[in-house]
């Protein structure tokens, strides 16, 4: 191209950036065009205390000017390189940005918008304390997965409901035992996330999960005659099933509730899947809060049967 007809060019990309035809002016730009009056590159630095935002302004800034026909350089001088992940995380992944993942380190996300995402807990994990680019979360903790609910053609809530089915009224008691037993399956970590609660960390659902594990969980594991050891080993199954995809993590304590509380719609409701030491109102048996919050919490997907519940363990 001439000079004379790349400076018509340039003018004509001008006038279409004047105008507020973006892609007409790069598309011009692209053809060989050079702005006649181009101005000075315009540095913009950025030095204040950690946490204030600077890396996430400075990309979104970055991608806005961009967007415009700008030619942007970004310079990071941190040592984190924050600025060229989360750059390099704007791109977006196929099938989306994942609203949750876990990473490889069994700790879990939660997304925070354009790319970026917060630990879903931090308390007591240095470095976890402000969020992180996709890209930065594959390269330092991956591979990740997204968490997702049973992935299609899992037949999982078949066996679960097979198992269910044989166990009768020992349901509840088995599911409790099979949990305990699959958090036994992971190592024990103080301040970590727990592998079977690391989709939804934080939530009550999960806190209720660990805490029904350890407690009525390890206590029924020591008494056989109230459980069917099958049963509690296949649904233990399962849900390490869940979490060990490498495709895809299967959150579990919304899910299982889910799943239970339909199969007890299906069965007839909470008196034919727990035992008489289960029941709201027994004198012999476990403690109210107990039961309340067994049924509160595995009866959460039910339609039909959660309300009569939480009446009756209320009187």
């Given at each position: 191209m001439t000079k004379q007809n790349q400076s018509r060019a340039g003018r004509r990309a001008r006038k279409a950036q004047q105008d507020g035809s973006t892609a007409q002016y790069t598309e011009l730009l692209r053809a060989g065009g050079k702005e006649p009056d181009a101005r000075p590159a315009v540095p913009i630095a950025s030095a204040t205390p950690g946490g204030e935002g600077k890396t996430t302004h400075a990309v979104d800034l970055r991608a806005g000017l961009a967007e415009y026909g700008q030619r942007v350089v970004l310079v990071d001088l941190d040592s984190q390189n924050d600025a060229r992940l989360?750059?390099?995380?704007?791109?977006?992944?196929?099938?989306?940005?994942?609203?949750?993942?876990?990473?490889?380190?069994w700790q879990g996300w939660l997304t925070a918008g354009?790319?970026?995402?917060?630990?879903s807990s931090s308390l007591n994990r240095p470095g976890l304390e402000e969020p992180w680019p996709y890209a930065r979360i594959v390269a330092e903790r991956g591979p990740v997965r997204p968490v997702n609910h049973p992935v299609e053609g899992d037949d999982s809530t078949e066996r679960l409901a097979a198992l269910w089915d044989k166990a009768g009224r020992k349901a509840v008691a088995s599911t409790l035992v099979a949990l305990y037993r699959a958090v036994l399956r992971f190592p024990a970590s103080l301040y970590g996330p727990h592998p079977l609660t690391s989709g939804r960390e934080g939530s009550w659902e999960s806190a209720r999960l660990l805490n029904l594990a350890y407690t009525v969980g390890g206590d029924l594991d020591d008494r056989p005659k109230r459980f069917d050891p099958e049963v509690a080993d296949g649904v233990a199954d399962v849900l390490e099933g869940w979490v060990r995809r490498p495709e895809t993590y299967t959150e579990v304590a919304e899910n299982l509730a889910g799943i239970f509380g339909r199969y007890a719609d299906r069965?007839?409701?909470?008196?034919?899947?727990?035992?008489?030491?289960?029941?709201?109102?027994?004198?012999?048996?476990?403690?109210p809060d107990t039961v309340f919050a067994v049924g509160s919490w595995l009866l959460l997907g039910s339609s039909e049967h959660l309300q009569a519940f939480l009446d009756s363990a209320h009187r």
């Open positions: 989360s750059a390099a995380s704007q791109e977006e992944p196929a099938g989306g940005w994942p609203y949750r993942l876990v990473d490889a380190q354009n790319g970026l995402y917060r630990a069965a007839g409701g909470w008196t034919k899947v727990a035992d008489q030491w289960l029941q709201p109102g027994a004198r012999a048996g476990h403690d």
